[in-house]
């Protein structure tokens, strides 16, 4: 079965870190390639997406990410992180056969930065 | 409103009870998913509709559940004789279409507790 991997449930970093967020899934096939954001109260949003090209994306506020194909990754970093990047990051993967996206999600790491 | 919506925001039931979850997509979108998301858990996808039907159910965990969408907007999300093990925040997401390359736009949840 399908599933998404991020090794890291709980990251504290202080302002001004760099940030990279580990993310590998199994799957064989084509597949896109998610990252969602959940600020503290508020709702998931998508902070970036792969498809296909160019396997480094840029998202909002600063974050990319990286598509490994070989490696089955897909990595999110940030250069330089800020306090109100605290918050729940979900890695997700969907299938492109299925011509719809059935997200399949990681367990999600919680990020704390501090000033 | 904007956004997706979804009511009631909490629900604390008895074990052995029925509920109902409602989920208000985006006006114009097509495609509706529903989530859970236990404690510490990514979301889990549940239900897929395109319009009115049900394009994919495989996420449902057993006959207890089941979801409907009669007029291709509004879905709710219907709960059997729960159990403890149904606590879980559930999540609807809409989109334009079930196309791959559109963006699922989160609601806030629907947090559910069975005493």
């Known amino acids: 079965a399908q599933s998404v991997s991020q090794h890291n449930h709980h990251v504290i970093l202080s302002e001004a870190a760099s940030l990279e967020l580990g993310c590998n899934y199994s799957y064989g096939g084509t597949v896109n390639l998610f990252w969602y954001v959940q600020y503290p109260g508020q709702h998931l949003q998508l902070l970036l997406k792969y498809f296909s090209g160019d396997p480094l994306v840029k998202g909002i506020k600063g974050f990319e990410a990286e598509f490994i194909k070989s490696k089955f990754s897909f990595n999110l970093r940030k250069p330089s992180v800020q306090w109100s990047d605290t918050a729940e990051y979900f890695c997700?993967?969907?299938?492109?056969?299925?011509?719809?996206?059935?997200?399949?999600f990681g367990a999600g790491t919680r990020l704390a930065v501090h000033p | 409103g904007a956004g997706v919506s979804q009511t009631p925001s909490n629900k604390v039931t008895e074990k052995g009870k029925y509920v109902e979850l409602r989920c208000d997509p985006i006006s114009g979108h097509t495609a509706l998913y529903w989530y859970r998301q236990s404690l510490g858990q990514g979301p889990e996808f549940l239900i897929y509709?395109?319009?009115?039907?049900?394009?994919?159910d495989s996420g449902l965990p057993n006959d207890r559940f089941f979801a409907v969408r009669p007029e291709g907007s509004v879905s709710t999300l219907k709960i059997q004789r729960t159990e403890r093990g149904d606590s879980a925040v559930y999540l609807c997401?809409?989109?334009?279409?079930?196309?791959?390359?559109?963006?699922?736009?989160f609601g806030p949840g629907t947090r559910l507790t069975v005493l």
């Open positions: 509709f395109q319009g009115t039907g049900a394009a994919d």
């Open positions: 997700a993967v969907s299938r492109t056969s299925g011509g719809y996206n059935k997200l399949i």
């Open positions: 997401a809409s989109s334009l279409a079930g196309q791959l390359n559109n963006e699922q736009f």
